[in-house]
């Protein structure tokens, strides 16, 4: 196993890299943030994907990049991807929905490959599946135990939300039994399907009591049985101080339709502060995300919704 692997911590002045290199997936889940009007639905080439990742390439500078999709392993080019960020210099993680296609574990390698990220949004099938399809459970499990077995870095993306938060503590003794030692604890966007699908005034959102009776005892918990844990302060203590992750981190989220996004909450709509035109970079005019950072946040999200 890698011993200096690295990926994103979610920590202020990290530089990070989350490439879209398509946007098709075989799974339909219930709070995906895909949005094919606004991010195509472009399968990015081969030696495109190569321009773009020497694009956000910096020497000077610690870089994780985290290929995304849809399903990122649905790209037949993936393992090519990789080969590429890391002659760049880069730390790189893939994120999947656990399928893993077109045998990217025999066409890549840990030596390459610092994390190979699932998302699993409950602890059994009857939890899980619902929200990522049936089927999902067992799938992503098996794979997950093949890449542990192959040496590979295993890590979980839990998403939390009101359809799986009673269940987090229940993951520990799963991920312990697999071997996985690194754990993502995410709350459920603001965007995409959770945006638009979830019903009620708080839809699939979990409440502050919720969040902060649940998530950090679990974390704990997590680490007491040798499981990293990382998990975003999404509610702040009286007279705490916001900090907007567009400012404190260097953030990209880049679509195969050429815009690149510095916050991920502005991605249903048209305010992206670059663009990639005739594979160069470009800072767009006028109105953009950009604009918004130094604002208040709760009048952030009123803009935007």
């Known amino acids: 196993m890698t011993s200096n692997a690295r990926t994103v911590g979610f920590q202020a002045g990290e530089r990070n890299i989350f490439f879209h290199i ?3 997936c075989n799974l339909s889940c ?46 037949p080019d993936l393992a090519h991807g990789i080969a590429k960020a890391k002659e760049l210099g880069m730390a790189v993680t893939v994120d999947s929905n656990g399928y893993l296609f077109n045998d990217l574990l025999e066409k890549t390698s840990p030596d390459l490959l610092d994390y190979l ?43 939390v939300s009101s359809l799986n938060i009673e269940h987090l503590h229940r993951m520990i003794p799963l991920l312990s039994d697999i071997g996985v030692k690194r754990f993502f604890i995410q709350v459920i966007g603001l965007r995409g399907n959770s945006a638009k699908d979830s019903v009620g005034d708080q839809g699939w959102q979990v409440s502050p009591e919720q969040w902060l009776d649940i998530v950090p005892r679990v ?21 705490e101080v916001f900090e907007c992750a567009g400012v404190v981190t260097e953030n990209f989220f880049i679509f195969p339709n050429g815009r690149v996004y510095r916050c991920p909450l502005c991605e249903d709509h048209p305010i992206h502060a670059l663009e990639i035109k005739d594979d160069k970079l470009i ?11 130094f604002l208040h946040a709760s009048f952030f999200l009123e803009i935007l919704m």
């Open 117 to 159: 990220s699932f998302s699993l949004d409950g602890p059994d099938a009857m939890v899980n599946d619902p929200i990522r399809g049936e089927g999902v459970f067992d799938i992503c499990t098996a794979n997950m135990r093949k890449a542990i077995k192959m040496k590979y870095n295993v890590s979980v993306i839990y998403t």
């Open 22 to 24: 398509l946007t098709a």
């Open 30 to 75: 219930r709070h995906c943030y895909i949005n094919t009007g606004q991010h195509g639905t472009t399968t990015l080439p081969r030696d495109t994907m190569e321009k773009w990742l020497e694009l956000f390439a910096d020497p000077d500078k610690k870089s994780n990049v985290i290929f995304l999709g849809g399903e990122p392993t649905m790209h």
């Open 219 to 239: 974390a704990s918990s997590a680490a007491k049985a040798g499981i990293h844990v990382t998990f975003p302060k999404v509610f702040l203590e009286d007279r």
């Open 283 to 293: 800072h767009r005019e006028g109105l953009t995300e950009d604009n918004f950072f």
